[in-house]
């Protein structure tokens, strides 16, 4: 999962929404580029993001797991 397989730790959650929520804000500023009429609205890059969405931000590995006794 990239990103969120490197930095998808316990505790890290915060940062990583962060992170989705400043993706998808690039990259309505990225398709709005490709419009004549000016900037996408949000109402339009919703339905967008239903038909093409992104991960969720979640944590992958845990911190917090417990280690088998050996």
Same mark, same amino acid.
């Given at each position: 999962?990239?990103?969120y397989?490197y930095?998808?730790?316990t505790?890290?959650?915060?940062?990583l929404?962060r992170?989705?929520?400043e993706?998808?804000?690039?990259? !309505?500023?990225w398709?709005?580029?490709?419009? !004549?009429?000016g900037?996408?609205?949000?109402? @339009?890059f919703?339905?967008?993001?239903?038909?093409? @969405?992104? @991960? @969720?931000?979640v944590a992958?590995?845990?911190?917090?797991?417990?280690?088998?006794?050996a």
């Amino acid at each position: 999962m990239g990103h969120y397989g490197y930095y998808g730790i316990t505790g890290n959650s915060v940062a990583l929404s962060r992170l989705r929520h400043e993706v998808t804000d690039i990259w !309505r500023r990225w398709l709005s580029r490709q419009r !004549r009429d000016g900037e996408m609205a949000w109402d @339009p890059f919703r339905r967008f993001l239903e038909r093409y @969405p992104l @991960p @969720p931000a979640v944590a992958i590995h845990s911190v917090l797991r417990r280690v088998a006794p050996a």
